[in-house]
């Protein structure tokens, strides 16, 4: 059902925010992009470039950042407040990685329900950030079945 539909059907799309990294984390958003066309979906990312190359022309940029980079990151992490503010959605989406998890953690201060996916990547134990939102996200799914600690971490099957 797409939002035209959603909206003939008397239901008003919801407000997602989905934040991915550059890279594996925006493709396998990407396969996830079908998936959220009932809704009024806000992408972010880090690469301006790698949105448009993938029709998104008008997607919110943070700047990368990771654990090694404490300056980015604080300006990732007032980067992601400010796109929260500025959109407000009910749902915030990530397949990662740290930019994606500050927009989690953004959401969580606005009341938006949260999802962590963790990276496909991540097949011999969960990212840093998919460790950290098992605490923090309303629901954290990793893609590898043997991942899944059957209550805060759930499998769902993988994006690829």
Known sequence: MGQEQAKAAGKAPRKVLAVASGGGH???LMLLRETLESHDVVFATTDRKIAQQRGVADAEVLPDCNQ???FR?????????????KHRPHIVLSTGAAPGYFCL?????VGAKTLWIDSVANGEELSMCG?????????????WEHLADGSAVKYRGAVL
């Open 68 to 70: 090694n980079t404490p």
């Open 105 to 109: 953690l953004a959401g969580r201060l």
């Open 131 to 143: 460790k950290l939102s098992k605490r923090t996200a309303h629901a954290c799914l990793t893609q």
């Open 26 to 28: 925006w493709e396998q």
């Open 73 to 85: 990151a604080l300006l990732c992490a007032l980067a992601a407040v400010r796109i929260l503010l």
